[in-house]
């Protein structure tokens, strides 16, 4: 993955809502600590990948995190319903995932998911792809 080049503003510069989509506690609190420290995002999470397309749905989050493998239907199952959203809102979703390419993430990323990361994820790298996802929100905005 490239890095932010310097001049792009700090995370702590950046406001917006993510919201991850994650079964496991333990992979929340990992990203949930990570983006703590950069008060002008707010993370919400969904335990299911139903939530999350009602909570992209209801809350319009700036990004998603997705993980691939949900206790309900798949990551890409959530990408195919949330396509209208990524079409219309340019919504990106960064699939976060286990696995290495899969033919899943290869159909997911065809579907619109902006890109793929693989766990464990080191924090710059988080920091890194929220960034990206909220500095090409803002660009987006008329207004800003």
């Keep these: 993955m490239p890095s932010i080049p310097p001049a792009a503003p700090p995370l702590e510069e950046l406001q917006g809502t ?19 420290r950069h008060p002008g995002i707010r993370l919400l999470r969904a335990a299911n990948g139903l939530d999350g397309v009602r909570m992209v749905q209801e809350c319009r989050p700036d990004f998603v995190l997705l ?12 990408v195919r319903r949330l396509s209208e959203e990524i079409a219309e809102r340019r919504l990106r979703i960064t699939i976060l995932t286990a696995d290495t390419l899969t033919m899943d993430v ?31 929100k803002r660009q987006q905005t008329p207004g800003r």
């Design 18 to 36: 993510v919201l991850y989509i994650e079964d496991v506690e333990m992979n929340y609190a990992v990203v949930e600590g990570i983006l703590a």
């Design 106 to 136: 290869l159909k997911a990323m065809s579907l619109g998911a902006f890109e793929y990361l693989v766990k464990p994820v080191e924090v710059r790298t988080i920091e890194d792809c929220v960034r990206r996802a909220l500095l090409a």
């Design 67 to 78: 993980d691939m493998h949900l206790p309900d239907i798949s990551g890409l199952e959530v």
